[in-house]
């Protein structure tokens, strides 16, 4: 991917995520013209740019930050920002949009976060362009190009993981836990697990694992493992014609009471009524 000319636009927009672990949105660069701003708005996906001449303005949560030729900014999904081009030296960028189930906890794993979404002309800006190149090079609308340009972003990602500070790579420690533990509700959220199990699982007290979902996921295992349940009881709800206390049994419930009593505290109704609820969608 050479760079733009003037006014020249070069991307490529994914007509189908086929992946959902990590998939590539869309990718790409551009020349802007003096001024040249996009939002206030959200994106409903991961949006990384780096840029590479000129300056320009990135706005995010109430802060502004001015950037120039390697720098690199992150935008989070539904989260307002708005970047503007520089009138005297409008910047050059490239860019490369991204989502999937696996992209909160890689970027988890770099510098970047909700309150720092901003890499300031780190000593791997030349491989950041080209990584966002390789990415843009393997585009395409078969399967084999998402997963090539699925393959390239993992490298870049991987990079970016591999360079993090000494912070950041406490952060993953901390994320890493979470993640095992994530792993061990998702495997077994159908039986009467306790969080001193998924503790235990993971090598750590109850009030540390308490102390990291709040930080990471900001919850609490008991409630994540309540919501991750009830998730898993409304596709069965929505999906089969299994009883409630089958469905009940299936997501980890013994008490089709209380089974009752916590879906309706987190959907706003009973599961016969949802059930029902979906079933006059589907007509």
């Known amino acids: 991917m050479t760079n733009p000319t003037e006014d020249e636009v070069r991307s490529y927009y994914a007509e189908d995520r086929l992946l959902s672990s990590l998939s590539v949105y869309n990718v790409g660069s551009q020349k802007c013209t003096p001024g040249f701003q996009w939002g206030p708005g959200v994106r409903d996906h991961y949006l990384l740019h780096h840029v590479l001449s000129g300056k320009g303005h990135f706005e995010i949560r109430g802060k502004t930050y001015d950037l120039k030729k390697g720098d690199t900014f992150l935008i989070y999904p539904n989260m307002e920002a708005c970047y503007r081009a520089d ?3 409008p910047w050059v960028y490239t860019w490369v949009g991204f989502a999937g189930t696996d992209a909160f906890y890689l970027l988890n794993h770099t510098d970047f976060s909700e309150e720092s979404p901003v890499l300031e002309q780190a000593e791997i800006s030349g491989e950041i362009e080209r990584k966002i190149r390789q990415v843009y090079e393997a585009k395409g609308n078969t399967f084999y190009d998402a997963v090539s340009m699925t393959g390239a972003l993992y490298s870049m990602i991987a990079m970016l993981m591999e360079n993090s500070s000494a912070e950041a790579k406490q952060k993953n420690l901390q994320t890493g836990r979470v993640e095992q533990a994530v792993r061990y509700i998702e495997e077994h959220y159908s039986y009467p697990i306790t969080i001193e199990d ?4 993971t090598g750590v007290c109850r009030s540390y694992l308490y102390r990291m979902f709040q ?3 900001k919850i609490s295992p008991k409630d994540y493992v309540e919501e991750y349940r009830i998730r898993q009881a409304c596709r069965l709800l ?3 014609d299994m009883p409630i206390t089958a469905i009940a ?3 980890g419930y013994e008490d089709n009471l209380y089974f009752s009593k916590a879906f309706k505290k987190c959907k706003g109704q009973t599961p016969s009524r949802y ?3 979906e079933s006059g969608k589907k007509l």
Do not use: D, F, N, W
């Open 87 to 89: 009138e005297e030296e």
């Open 275 to 277: 059930r029902k609820a």
């Open 249 to 251: 049994h299936s997501v």
């Open 238 to 240: 929505r999906e089969t």
């Open 215 to 217: 930080k990471i996921l």
């Open 198 to 201: 998924i503790a235990g699982y």
